[in-house]
């Protein structure tokens, strides 16, 4: 027991060092060195005679003590650096693979929402701290964020960072709680889609520095992707106007082909059968043949409407601008409509003074046509339709008037939108919805106004379309002198 | 009336269509040469030596406008295309090519009879005939250069009756705007159609009974203008008199 004594004495203290390390690693540099402390006093009070005393009787063993809480310090500071080291590497290990997943995140976004949920979580992960989206508006306002609240000085200078439009980041100290908020203006180079708030919370000058500048980097990274989805999203609008584009060429193409073809051979049979001498003489035979034909144009001028109606929808209206004479216009869609308009009379009332108009007449014959069926939808058998052209300064205005069931106050907000029938004649007067939706779109596309007036239900209404007409001077319309 | 028949030649692929030409042709003394195709129509017009071409556009081997122009090429038969699209451009562009006119589908065949008859007799009218071309009530006398309505001779400016000329000599037929404007202004204001729609305006208001519903110099929107041999029914489409 003698004899091993002083072997123990010098191995103990080194056996102590063991919770010196343990508390370095784990815990830091103020347990380890409170850890070498109680270690040396153990050792000290169990195993340096007099045991079970503080006291220590050989000098040579208090320096012994000393020594090894001098390597007990040290190793404990030692470790704890490494600790650090340690730590720092799996914090910045850490902050990769989160800026990786982040960038990954962002590759995978297709949409602005998308993104702005993809920031908040990535700024909240590295940061601890949350971060508030504002939305841009339209009208170039920002929305007040949903999650959140957002101080009053950082909303105020909010609207200030917007009006400055900048990329850099601009600070902002919430005088209640002393946290610094940073703020950048994300935008596309198309338009400014919101702004990011962020709380860094309060700290030194230096750790705010260095958030600050995780934060840049993070925001440039929202920035690139901003862009890049600014990218897509024209190429995916390209993409669909394209589609929209060979649907409507497909309709155009096939489905007029195909619904035309029948109506042509049904329409051209019954001429022919119109023009037997068997048929001509019977008069029954004859009304049959002539429903046939009256029917055969109603499904032509509805074939017609929808793919003016597709024409539209696929935004393909570009008007062939020519000089045409308005009278010509309104004669054309007369005719054109005939075999509808036979159960009214129709009276043209053309001023002698009307300009040249500049238009696709194609076109305007078509609204008028439209403005002409309606009239005779709405009007009854046997009532007068008034087909009006007049000049007002160097505008032309065309009216359709009837004398038909009117227009209520309620109906009249609602006139051009499409699809849109009033309740009153849903039942009794058929129809698509269309007709006028169509008129409104094709003058709009001419550099045309139209409009509807009524005195009231049952009174009647007159469409009106106004067309620019030809700044030509008056001799040069009407008179002779030109040769 | 005993007349040899006219032959007309169908191009067009859909059988019932062609059903219903023939008829409508054979009711009025035509006689009748159908082609389903344009290979098989191309043969016939060289072949059988139709007076008078119907002509699809849409054909399953080749485009109405490439047979149109094939034809062209080495004969002036006169053609008729028939179509679905009517696109204004695509109209003038075939007068251009040299159709002598067109029909939009569905249609009756009385228009489509009213077209031929008059492609027909542009075709064959010869020098020793009548020079007088007479449209309804009006009578253009293209040798003496008169002109009268319900027998009262009127007064017509040069270039109104330039206009009033090339339209008689195509009566019945379309002739379009760059054509009209080529022959009246030859020079500097061939483009501007605005002066052909001033000028019209003024030769209806001399022959016109109703300047603002025309019915003998009508137009065809976008394309041209036609001077109409029968006075036009407003309501359209009467079935034409029965030849005998």
């Known amino acids: 027991m003698l004899t091993e004594q002083p072997i123990a004495a010098s191995l103990v203290p080194i056996a102590y060092l063991v919770p010196v390390i343990i508390a370095a690693t784990r815990w830091g540099i103020w347990p380890a060195t409170l850890a070498s402390i109680v270690s040396m006093a153990e050792a000290d009070f169990f195993f340096f005679p007099p045991i079970f005393s503080f006291q220590v009787d050989d000098p040579q063993e208090v320096i012994d003590l000393l020594l090894f809480l001098v390597v007990a310090l040290v190793s404990s500071n030692l470790a ?21 997943d982040f960038s990954r995140r962002l590759a995978a976004c297709f949409t602005v929402s998308e993104l702005v949920s993809a920031i908040d979580n990535y700024l909240a992960q590295t940061l601890g701290q949350p971060a508030v989206f504002f939305a841009a508006r339209s009208d170039g306002q920002l929305e007040q964020p949903k999650s959140g609240p957002v101080p009053k000085a950082v909303r105020e200078s909010v609207t200030s960072a917007i009006a400055a439009a900048g990329n850099s980041v601009r600070s902002v100290i919430d005088a209640s709680t002393q946290n610094v908020w940073l703020l950048r203006v994300v935008s596309s180079e198309t338009a400014i889609l919101g702004l990011v708030a962020v709380n860094i919370g309060a700290g030194s000058t230096d750790t705010l520095a260095i958030k600050t500048h995780r934060v840049e980097a993070i925001l440039e990274e929202v920035s690139l992707t901003l862009q890049r989805i600014d990218i897509e999203k024209a190429m995916e609008d390209a993409r669909l106007r394209l589609q929209a584009q060979l649907l409507r060429d497909a309709f155009h193409g096939t489905l007029s082909h195909e619904l035309r073809t029948p109506l042509a051979t049904i329409r051209g049979s019954a001429s022919v059968l119109d023009s037997v001498p068997v048929i001509q003489k019977d008069e029954r035979a004859r009304s049959l043949v002539e429903a046939i034909t009256d029917e055969v144009a109603e499904l032509d001028g509805f074939i017609q409407s929808l793919l003016n ?3 539209v929808t696929a935004g393909g209206v570009t008007p062939h601008l020519e000089w045409t004479d308005p009278r010509d216009i309104l004669n054309a869609a007369i005719k054109a ?95 698509s919805g269309l007709g006028f939706w169509i008129a409104s779109i094709f003058v709009g596309a001419n550099g045309g106004t139209i409009d509807i007036t009524s005195p009231g239900q049952g009174l009647g209404a007159t469409a009106s379309i106004t067309l620019p007409g030809s700044a030509m001077k008056q001799y040069e319309l009407t008179g002779t002198t030109h040769e | 009336m005993n007349r040899p028949a006219n032959s007309v030649l169908l191009i067009e692929d859909e059988s019932k269509i062609r059903r219903f030409l023939r008829a409508g042709f054979e009711l009025q003394g035509y006689s009748v040469i159908e082609a389903e195709n344009a290979t098989d129509g191309l043969k016939a017009a060289t072949f059988s030596a139709p007076d008078l071409i119907i002509l699809d556009l849409n054909l399953p081997d080749l485009h109405g406008s490439e047979v149109l122009e094939r034809i062209r090429s080495w004969s002036n038969v006169p053609v008729i295309i ?45 020098a020793t005939e009548n020079p007088v071309v007479v449209a309804g009530p009006l009578s253009v006398d293209l040798v003496t250069r008169t002109v009268s309505l319900n027998k009262q001779p009127i007064r017509l400016t040069r270039k109104e009756y330039r206009l009033l000329h090339i339209l008689a000599t195509h009566i019945g037929l379309v002739v379009t705007h760059d054509q009209l404007l080529k022959d009246i202004w030859s020079g500097n204001q061939r483009d501007n159609i605005q002066y052909l729609r001033i000028l019209v305006r003024k030769l209806r208001q001399k022959i016109e009974t109703d300047p603002n519903r025309p019915r003998l110099l009508v137009t065809e929107s976008g394309v041209g203008y036609r001077l109409q041999a029968r006075l036009e029914d407003i309501a359209a489409d009467s079935p034409p008199e029965i030849l005998k």
């Open chain 1, 309 to 311: 109606a597709t024409r």
């Open chain 1, 80 to 100: 704890s650096r490494l600790r650090q080291e340690t730590e720092t590497l799996r914090q910045r290990e850490r902050d990769i693979q989160n800026l990786y």
């Open chain 2, 82 to 126: 028939l179509s679905i699209v009517s696109s204004e451009d695509e109209k003038v562009r075939l007068l251009q090519a040299g159709a002598d006119d067109y029909v939009v589908k569905p249609f009756g065949m009385a228009e489509l009879l009213a077209r031929s008859e008059a492609a027909l007799r542009r075709y064959f009218k010869s």
């Open chain 1, 337 to 431: 409509r005939a075999r509808r308009l036979v159960a009214h009379k129709i009276e043209t009332e053309l001023a002698d003074d009307l300009p040249l108009v500049n238009v696709d007449s194609g076109l305007i014959e078509e609204s008028c046509g439209q403005l002409l069926e309606n009239a005779a939808k709405y009007s009854p058998s046997g009532s007068t339709i008034v087909v009006s052209a007049r000049r007002k300064q160097n505008d032309v205005v065309l009216s359709i008037s009837d004398q038909g069931v009117g227009i209520t106050v309620d109906e009249q907000p609602h006139l051009g939108r499409r699809l849109f029938r009033s309740q009153r004649h849903q039942a009794s007067i058929p129809g």
